[in-house]
C-alpha cells in the first residue's frame, strides 16, 4: 500500500522558517520524482519544486532562493526547507511522486499525500 505522509506545516509568522517533511513508503522510492506542490485558497494546485533520484532538483521561480527541496532515500523521506516566508506561501502543501523526469504538471504525479497546512501571519 502506497503512503505519503506529510509532516511538519504550522503556523508562522512573516520572515520565519518551516521544514516540511513527507516519508514514503509502499513503493520503490530511490526510483521515483519526488515533488511538493501547494494550493491556497480558491486556487488552482501549483508546483513548488522537485529532486530525482540523481539529485538533481527543480524550483519555482516564486521560491527559488527561498526553499530547498531534498530527498534522503535511505529514509525514504522528502523534505521541503522553507525560509523568508511570506504571506503568500499560506496554502496546503502537498508531497507527489512521479517517473516522468522534471515535469510540473500535478496530473503527471502518480501518487500523492494528504497535505498539510502552512500558515504566514503578517
Known amino acids: 500500500q502506497v503512503e505519503l505522509v506529510e509532516s511538519g506545516g504550522g503556523l508562522v509568522q512573516v520572515g520565519g522558517s518551516l521544514r516540511l517533511s513527507c516519508a514514503a513508503s509502499?513503493?520503490?522510492?530511490?526510483?521515483?520524482?519526488m515533488a511538493w506542490f501547494r494550493q491556497a485558497s480558491g486556487k488552482e494546485r501549483e508546483f513548488v519544486g522537485a529532486?530525482?533520484?540523481?539529485?538533481?532538483?527543480f524550483s519555482a521561480d516564486s521560491v527559488k532562493g527561498r526553499f530547498t527541496i531534498s530527498r534522503d532515500n535511505a529514509a525514504k523521506t522528502v523534505y521541503l526547507q522553507m525560509s523568508s516566508l511570506e504571506p503568500e506561501d499560506t496554502a496546503v502543501y502537498y508531497c507527489?511522486?512521479?517517473?516522468?523526469?522534471?515535469?510540473?504538471?500535478?496530473?503527471?504525479?502518480?501518487?500523492w499525500g494528504q497535505g498539510t497546512q502552512v500558515t504566514v501571519s503578517a
Open positions: 509502499g513503493f520503490t522510492f530511490s526510483a521515483y520524482g
Open positions: 507527489a511522486a512521479g517517473v516522468v523526469f522534471g515535469t510540473r504538471a500535478p496530473g503527471q504525479y502518480k501518487y
Open positions: 529532486v530525482w533520484g540523481s539529485g538533481t532538483t
